[in-house]
């Protein structure tokens, strides 16, 4: 992916600069599927050998867009960490991806990819881009003075989870705001991770299974093979053979139900969102205030993505889908948001939850959710109950708890 630095004249590194910007455009619209180098030639005003004199081959284009990507993350983790303090290093990294997403609304700024899509890649493709994503995820692990307690380890590990993917979810949400307000909002943001969001008491842990312990029928065990696969390897990876290979059953058993691929992923977002609100249904059932039910419905959610046979869909699906589909999925999500926004903005009101940003505090819990499955290896080492808790913990008080 790298380029022989004897070639990168700067003719050659503008134009090369030119391409990866455009692919990157691309990508962000269209997914890894819809970047094709005749698209980028196009949109370039030349011919497709020219594209391809600098990427020989559409996937090499795609993996230099998200190298690029990450290496502009890796970067601001190591600049971040030179900070003296853990609330310094985290305040200057989420401030820098602030700043980063100002900078990218500027007319003629460098275009960067979204990392969502990064899955859709073979693994001998990904294999240097992961590498990069976990140098990133030691770096802000560093961000956190673990000490000497054997609890140090786990409380680190949620920490830099939760911060990862806040900031991986903020393409969901920063584009609503104005340039003027991006300040305020990383301020209010970092002010949720700083202290979490529960008045001072403890907070309820359900983890009572969301999904029938049977597995359900015989289409949901097929929508919690394809969950589970989509997750690990992405749209492309996660083929119907392989599916039906997991499952003991013949590729006509998944063409009764679904006509092709995108059908598959709706049908599991679909499986998600039933989740969500089966959650959210239980909260509300139970809990004698807001905060209690904010509590119910993050902790069983949680204990689902650490627990159940086939976690939520992973929020980088969306980038896999067509983008009329996606556009739906993420309306979709945004209600989902709102709800637990106005779940936040109630217990403000009845003192359950302290004063924050109801709408910040929305997307920082979804993407905590989010953050939630991938820490499934860690919480297998726990009692279901115990890694909610301390999971939970972060969310309650904060990422930064002695």
């Not at 990507?69 to 200057?92: C, Y």
């Not at 599991?268 to 904010?294: I, N, P």
Request: hydrophobic share 45%; net charge negative; aromatic share 6%.
């Amino acid at each position: 992916m790298t380029v022989d630095p004897a070639r990168q004249t700067p003719r050659f590194a503008r134009r090369r600069g030119e391409i990866l910007d455009v692919a990157s455009n691309l990508i962000n619209v269209h997914g890894t599927r819809g970047m094709t180098l005749t698209a980028v030639a196009k949109a370039l005003g030349l011919d497709t050998s020219s594209v391809t004199y600098y990427f020989k081959r559409k996937d090499v284009l795609a993996a230099a867009c998200l190298e690029r990507t990450l290496f502009r993350l890796r970067d601001s983790a190591a600049a971040a960490a030179h900070e003296p303090d853990t609330r310094s290093r985290v305040r200057a990294f989420l401030r820098d991806q602030f700043q980063l997403h100002l900078r990218q609304r500027l007319p003629g700024a460098t275009k960067l990819a979204l990392l969502s899509d990064m899955r859709a890649l073979d693994p001998e493709t990904r294999a240097p881009l992961d590498a990069l994503y976990t140098d990133m995820a030691r770096l802000v692990r560093g961000f956190f003075d673990a000490g000497d307690a054997p609890e140090a380890e786990s409380r680190t590990l949620i920490a830099s989870s939760i911060l990862i993917h806040n900031v991986h979810w903020l393409p969901a949400w920063l584009p609503h705001y104005l340039e003027r307000d991006l300040d305020r909002a990383e301020a209010r943001l970092f002010d949720i991770l700083d202290h979490g969001l529960a008045a001072a008491r403890d907070w309820p842990v359900d983890i009572a299974p969301l999904d029938p312990p049977d597995g359900g029928d015989a289409q949901t065990r097929f929508l919690h093979a394809a969950t589970n696969l989509i997750n690990r390897e992405g749209y492309v990876g996660a083929s119907v053979e392989k599916i039906a290979a997991e499952l003991g059953v013949s590729t006509g058993s998944f063409y009764h139900h679904l006509e092709n691929k995108d059908d598959l992923v709706v049908a599991c977002f679909d499986r998600s969102y039933a989740l969500l609100d089966a959650a959210q249904a239980r909260a509300d059932a139970s809990g004698s205030d807001e905060g209690e039910r904010l509590a119910i419905m993050v902790s069983c959610l949680v204990a689902l993505q650490f627990a159940a046979d086939s976690p939520l869909l992973r929020t980088s699906a969306y980038q896999a889908l067509p983008i009329d589909l996606r556009e739906q999925m993420l309306q979709r999500t945004d209600r989902v948001t709102r709800h637990i926004a106005g779940t936040i903005a109630d217990g403000v009101a009845d003192g359950s939850i302290r004063a924050v940003d109801p709408e910040i505090a929305g997307h920082s819990i979804m993407a905590a959710i989010d953050a939630a499955a991938s820490l499934r290896r860690w919480a297998g080492q726990h009692p279901l109950d115990e890694a909610v808790t301390q999971f939970s913990a972060a969310l309650r008080s904060g990422i930064f708890q002695p």
